[in-house]
């Protein structure tokens, strides 16, 4: 492309410090180093998590910050050494990476490649050094791929080529929201057929997180969230039932175990609350009951459980990106929408983002997933701040942003 080698101008959503709202400003962006990729992202959705960036509430991020995670873009040049992806090609940048290396990426079952934000600050590329420049200034990247600017860089194992029909304007969602959600239930928790679930929050990722349970074959699946408006969606998605926690004096768990006789086989929490989290653990079954967090708690949040509650049989686990590395075939059949499929479309040794991500987005195109019904609005890039005006007020799933 011409502009391969040259720095571009173009718009980008920058955060400044800490709970300001976002401004749209013209950023420079350098070329891709060795190993990097430049891409020019054609649609990006609003996760909360960016809210979490916004506001000053997610773990090390330095300001100031190009927030977004959750998009699609095209391969405007590479950097030398890059093989996985071409100039002109689709792709999806990923919020883990997938460096193929180290002691998680050569472990089948996780997907949690050494580094990681949370293990290793991403808020500057490898080299440690910026590719935005805005009125003179370095601006941070945000989990290495900053999606909130029209082209960001980012390095070749935070990124993954997607089939070239795949409509960016959708396919977008796998990035985070869908993927996270989709995952959790029916990779972290593995759902069985016959189950009662219990989702608590139903934005964009417990909404997915339903549509997981409702693929696995449950056949309870209990929403629940303080907004009602989510209910009608939630329930053409696959919830059976939907509740809101203040319509009762009791406790939520004790709702639950009044109308499951003995607790939720499956409990999510997709809010990111303390008191949320325990009140998901507490709504498990006594014995076999397992609890998925999925929510992004304030930074420096601690968590107080009563031990009972695990000594009693309960499990506990956490899901990032859907902890999407399975081995097992029972998930991979399930997240191929097909049993009987052969060969399988997915491979059996290990899974991971940059792996994963691409088949899910096959699978849409098969009509297998389809993760649509989550957009709720459809913006242009200038109206970022209404997107988040929408998430705040509870009146969006997900918008997506197009530049
Ligand atoms: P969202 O804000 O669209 O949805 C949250 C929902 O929770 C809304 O419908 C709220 O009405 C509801 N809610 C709020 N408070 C309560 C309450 N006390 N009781 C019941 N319901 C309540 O967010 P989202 O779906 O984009 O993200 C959900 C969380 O998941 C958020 O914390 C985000 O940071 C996190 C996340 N985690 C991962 C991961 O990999 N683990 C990925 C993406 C997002
Ligand atoms: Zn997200
Ligand atoms: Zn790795």
């Not at 990097?36 to 909360?48: L, P, Q």
């Not at 190009?66 to 095209?74: K, R, Y």
């Not at 014995?287 to 304030?298: A, I, K």
Request: net charge neutral; aromatic share 6%; with cysteine.
């Amino acid at each position: 492309m011409a502009t391969a080698g040259k720095v571009i101008k173009c718009k980008a959503a920058v955060v400044w410090e800490a709970d300001k709202p976002i401004s749209i400003e013209e950023v420079e962006v350098a070329p891709p180093k060795a190993h990097e990729v430049r891409v020019k992202i054609v649609a990006t959705g609003i996760c909360r998590t960016d809210d979490h960036v916004r506001k000053g509430s997610f773990l090390n991020i330095d300001y100031p910050v190009i927030p977004g995670h959750e998009g699609a873009g095209i391969v405007e040049s590479i950097g030398e050494g890059v093989t996985c992806v071409k100039p002109g090609e689709k792709v999806i940048p990923l919020c883990i990476p997938q460096c193929g290396e180290c002691s998680s990426c050569l472990n089948p079952n996780t997907n949690c490649c050494l580094k990681i934000h949370f293990c290793e600050s991403q808020n500057l590329m490898p080299d440690k050094t910026s590719r935005f420049t805005c009125k003179g200034k370095p601006i941070h990247h945000f989990l290495w791929i900053s999606t909130f600017s029209e082209y960001t860089v980012m390095p070749d194992s935070a990124i993954a080529r997607i089939d070239a029909a795949a409509p960016l304007d959708k396919v977008c969602l796998f990035g985070c929201g869908f993927s996270t959600g989709y995952g959790a239930a029916i990779n972290t928790a593995k759902v069985k057929p016959g189950s009662t679930c219990a989702i608590f929050g139903l934005g964009g990722v417990g909404l997915s997180v339903v549509i997981g349970c409702k693929a696995a074959g449950a056949s309870r699946i209990i929403g629940i969230d303080i907004n009602k408006d989510k209910f009608a969606k939630a329930k053409e998605l696959g919830a059976t039932e939907c509740i809101n926690p203040q319509d009762f004096k009791k406790p939520i768990q004790e709702v639950l175990f009044d109308i499951t006789s003995q607790g939720v086989d499956y409990s999510f929490e997709v809010i990111g609350r303390v008191d949320t989290m325990v009140a998901a653990l507490a709504s498990c079954n006594m014995g076999s009951g397992t609890c998925v967090m999925v929510g992004s708690t304030p930074l420096g949040a601690q968590i107080s459980i009563d031990p009972v509650l695990l000594l009693t049989g309960r499990t506990w686990k956490g899901s990032l990106l859907g902890g999407i590395a399975t081995t097992e075939p029972n998930v991979i059949q399930i997240l191929n929408g097909c049993c009987v499929q052969t060969p399988c479309l997915f491979s059996p040794l290990g899974w991971k983002l940059k792996d994963t991500i691409p088949k899910l987005v096959t699978s849409y195109m098969e009509r297998k997933l389809n993760p649509d019904m989550l957009i709720s609005h459809i913006l242009p890039f200038d109206k970022i701040n209404e997107g988040f005006e929408l998430l705040h007020s509870g009146k969006s799933i997900r918008s997506i942003l197009l530049f």
